[in-house]
């Protein structure tokens, strides 16, 4: 799996739209981008993910460059709420099986009053 | 949307001792689950990978000997930490995918905090 570069931590004023980038230059063709966050003490909460394509959710957008060597996680109106870490995953998973995530150190978000 | 269950919370024990950790996929059956590892101020190290009705895939340094995994049912997988000592204090994570989902969306519990005296 193609190894991911997040920021170590970022700060964000509430209700502002709070951007985190992720590297993924080894990408391969067929490797998803995964992104979860975790806020302290609690197990991982999954995102968003996609492969080519800008995708969104009701958590959030995913924005992939042309060339997929970087993504970026949009969260429209930050709240205290969303303060967490960030981890951005490059995963090549087949489907109809579950495959195991590895994971980085992932972004520091901080949301701010 | 789905989830998953973990218990305990949080155990402590005291060392030499075994702890059974418990994860259950509430509204859906599950057959691979994955159990991580968290070490204060660390990312999610993965443990082993538990598939329904066989042997646990363990990664590579995790002790297969001390670290049981069982996976009993669609639904329930048990982790078993043998003989614990205080370096095994950690938080102890486990994820289950749903077969009707992305393979990488994954659901994971609320974690167990271990502490060994």
């Known amino acids: 799996d193609a190894k991911t570069t997040q920021p170590t931590s970022m700060d964000c004023a509430e209700g502002r739209a709070a951007n985190l980038p992720c590297n993924h230059s080894?990408?391969?063709?067929?490797?998803?981008v995964y992104w979860y966050r975790q806020i302290h003490s609690q197990g991982p909460q999954y995102i968003i993910h996609?492969?080519?394509n800008n995708e969104t959710n009701e958590m959030a957008s995913l924005i992939i460059t042309e060339d997929r060597k970087s993504s970026t996680l949009i969260l429209p109106h930050a709240t205290l709420r969303d303060t967490a870490v960030y981890y951005c995953?490059?995963?090549?998973?087949?489907?109809?099986?579950?495959?195991?995530?590895?994971f980085g150190k992932g972004t520091k978000l901080s949301v701010k009053p | 949307g789905a989830v998953v269950s973990q218990h305990p919370s949080w155990v402590i024990c005291k060392s030499g001792t075994s702890v059974k950790i418990e994860c259950r996929s509430l509204?859906?059956?599950?057959?691979?689950m994955f159990w991580y590892r968290q070490f204060p101020k660390q990312s999610l190290m993965l443990m082993a990978t538990?598939?329904?009705?066989?042997?646990?895939?363990?990664e590579q340094g995790v002790e297969k000997d001390k670290f049981l995994i069982n996976h009993a049912s669609l639904t329930l997988s048990t982790l078993t930490v043998t003989s614990a000592h205080p370096e095994d204090s950690s938080f102890y994570i486990c994820?289950?995918?749903?077969?009707?989902?992305?393979?990488?969306?994954?659901?994971f519990g609320p974690g167990t905090r271990l502490t060994v005296l």
């Open positions: 995953i490059a995963a090549l998973l087949y489907g109809g099986s579950q495959g195991n995530l590895i």
């Open positions: 996609g492969l080519k």
């Open positions: 080894t990408i391969s063709g067929n490797e998803y």
């Open positions: 994820s289950a995918g749903r077969p009707d989902r992305a393979p990488g969306e994954q659901f």
């Open positions: 509204d859906f059956q599950a057959t691979t």
């Open positions: 538990s598939n329904e009705g066989s042997k646990a895939t363990y």
